[in-house]
């Protein structure tokens, strides 16, 4: 069963940071990949950043360099890491897991389950 539920969200000036948690069941957790996603008013949902269980991760364009997403095996919780927020950066941001690659790799929307989101403000 995939369970995930995303914490940490919040209201921020820009410049701040804020680290957001995903805390998931064992099976989710065990996915090849993990990501977050985020959502922002009247857009659709774009990835920000994968990490796959045993080559690393990748980031899109505009959060390289600020966001940091990592994996705690002893806590089965997936974690964004973000610096030097941005108003753009606003959006509703949900963890996702996907049990299998595309390519070798795990971007790409195709197949993940998405949790119920956490809402991040920055103005």
């Known amino acids: 069963h995939v369970q995930l539920v995303e914490s940490g969200g919040g209201s921020v000036r820009p410049g701040g940071s804020l680290k957001l948690a995903c805390s998931a069941s064992r099976y989710a957790y065990s996915s090849i990949c993990m990501a977050w996603f985020r959502q922002a008013p009247g857009a659709g949902r774009e990835g920000v950043a994968t990490?796959?269980?045993?080559?690393?991760?990748t980031y899109t364009g505009p959060v390289q360099g600020r966001f940091t997403i990592s994996r705690d095996n002893t806590k089965n919780t997936l974690y964004l890491e973000m610096n030097n927020l941005k108003p753009e950066d606003t959006a509703m941001y949900y963890c996702?897991?996907?049990?299998?690659?595309?390519?070798?790799?795990?971007?790409?929307?195709?197949?993940?389950?998405y949790g119920q989101g956490t809402q991040v403000t920055v103005s």
């Open positions: 996702a897991a996907r049990s299998y690659t595309v390519l070798g790799g795990c971007e790409g929307s195709q197949g993940y389950a």
């Open positions: 990490i796959h269980r045993d080559t690393g991760a």
